[in-house]
């Protein structure tokens, strides 16, 4: 080319750097936009998978019930979440039950289409999830809805959907900060570049070649990738360092993010396996518990027992004190059965006052003198509000698990009915159902 034989040295030399550096700053530039635009919206998609998947299970029993006030408290805890607009529980007719906040997105069609917890549209400036409720019936209470032995366990039943639509704001914000900040050290780069281009010159080579090679390692996911320093003038050097310290805080923001989502889908786990008021795992948890116990005592004969737990004498303090009372009876009540048990026993709160315990590995003159020693704690507790005190006790339901239960639901059937001879033989005391169970029924 003629025109590069007409240029000075110094021409060329500046040209000789500002060149590579100006792609290497546009490879680097490109590869932090790209990766911190995709991670910042896959935190999105996250979070609102994360917000239905915990609304989905936690909305069953108000949509099947018509709970508005136990879905409005839900809707509350969602549209607390970060970027949350809209948050919408629909029942099968797919009616709005509850709706908090205005859609911007309102194609019903794919949110029906959900088979599980799933983006459903990105558009408008927000994005939008939706999940299916699901029924997972289990009988205690109810008798005629107990599987008989030999019939299959009801199947999951879309009663419901949940929908939740968030905002891209914050997305948009994140990316125009990583736009600013690459344009920023793309000019400081290059100014710097430009002002000491002769002293670089004979240093060049090596240096930028591993700066390339940084910057390829990035951008197929190394994220530890660190360049050498060493080498050249003081000002490639700091190039050098200018280029770790980027590296770093994609690497700790990276890190950061990861954290965040973990911790925020964790919590939200939490609580869907936990009762809000004790603390204690919530009827999900304890169906899944008391299936893996059934099913342990299948394989390996581990058996136990379970205990279900109903409290005598616990309107009176509702009806007298107010449900604030009942409620601090209800936490008390819990802290007594935790610390009566073992620690391998599992405590669940189930219903209003009803608790279920499950005994691992116990033989049943074991169970049976843990149950006595909890219906005597919860006896000896005394309740104190404002000055009265009252004293509750517990009706305990006891059936063993072994090798000849046939299903959880067998065995919450034979628990269930203990429960109901040891109120109706005067409360207060410890029932173990010596029926095989499954069979007979509770009277009405």
């Known amino acids: ?9 110094f021409q060329r030399l500046l040209l000789l750097v500002l060149i590579p550096v100006s792609l290497l700053t546009a490879m680097i530039s490109g590869a932090y936009l790209s990766r911190g635009t995709r991670l910042a919206e896959e935190a999105v998609r996250e979070r609102g998978i994360a917000i239905v998947s915990f ?10 019930s018509g709970n508005a006030a136990n879905l409005q408290g839900l809707l509350a805890a969602a549209m607390a979440q970060q970027d949350v607009r809209v948050a919408a ?7 709005p039950i509850i709706l908090s906040g205005t ?6 069609e794919r949110v029906v289409a959900a088979g599980g917890p799933r983006l459903v549209e990105f558009g408008a400036g927000r994005f939008s999830f939706a999940a299916p409720v699901l029924s997972q019936p289990v009988a205690v209470d109810d008798v005629n809805l107990v599987a008989r032995p030999g019939t299959a366990m009801a199947e999951a039943d879309v009663v419901g959907w949940v929908y939740v639509e968030l905002d891209t704001a914050s997305y948009l914000q994140r990316r125009r900060a990583i ?4 344009g920023a050290l793309a000019i400081v780069t290059l100014v710097l570049t430009a002002l000491f281009a002769i002293r670089l010159a004979r240093s060049v080579g090596e240096p930028v070649d591993r700066l390339a090679d940084a910057v390829r390692r990035m951008a197929a996911g190394d994220l530890e990738v660190r360049v050498p320093l060493g080498g050249g003038s003081p000002e490639l050097r700091e190039l050098q360092q200018g280029f770790n310290v980027m590296a770093r805080s994609i690497a700790d923001a990276h890190y950061n993010l990861q954290v965040q989502i973990k911790e925020a889908t964790g919590h939200l786990a939490y609580q869907a396996m936990h009762d809000p008021l004790t603390g204690l795992p919530n009827r999900r948890a304890f169906e899944l518990a008391l299936e893996d116990a059934v099913q342990a005592s299948r394989r390996a004969a581990d058996h136990g027992a379970l205990c279900f737990i109903d409290l005598d004498r616990f309107k009176r303090v509702n009806d007298l004190c107010g449900h604030a009372a009942g409620d601090a009876l209800l ?4 802290d007594v059965i935790r610390h009566t048990v073992r620690a391998q026993d599992m405590i669940c709160r ?7 315990l499950i005994l691992r590995g116990c033989a049943p003159a074991d ?15 005394a309740f104190d509000w404002e000055g009265e005190i009252f004293h509750v006790g517990a009706s305990v339901g006891m059936a063993r698990i072994d090798d000849h239960t046939r299903s959880p639901s067998d065995v919450l059937k034979a628990a269930d009915l203990a429960c109901y001879e040891a109120k109706r033989g005067g409360r207060g005391q410890v029932v173990e159902h010596r029926a095989a169970p499954g069979a007979g029924g509770r009277p009405d």
């Open 1 to 9: 080319m003629r025109w590069g034989r007409d240029l000075s040295l």
């Open 55 to 64: 609304l989905a299970p936690a909305a069953e029993y108000g949509v099947i």
């Open 89 to 95: 529980i629909y029942d099968r007719s797919r009616s």
């Open 103 to 108: 859609p911007a997105l309102a194609d019903f």
């Open 179 to 182: 736009v600013v900040f690459v």
């Open 331 to 334: 936490q008390q009540i819990g």
């Open 350 to 356: 189930v219903g209003g006052d009803e608790f279920a």
């Open 367 to 381: 169970a049976r003198r843990i149950a006595d020693a909890l219906c005597r704690a919860i006896e000896a507790h």
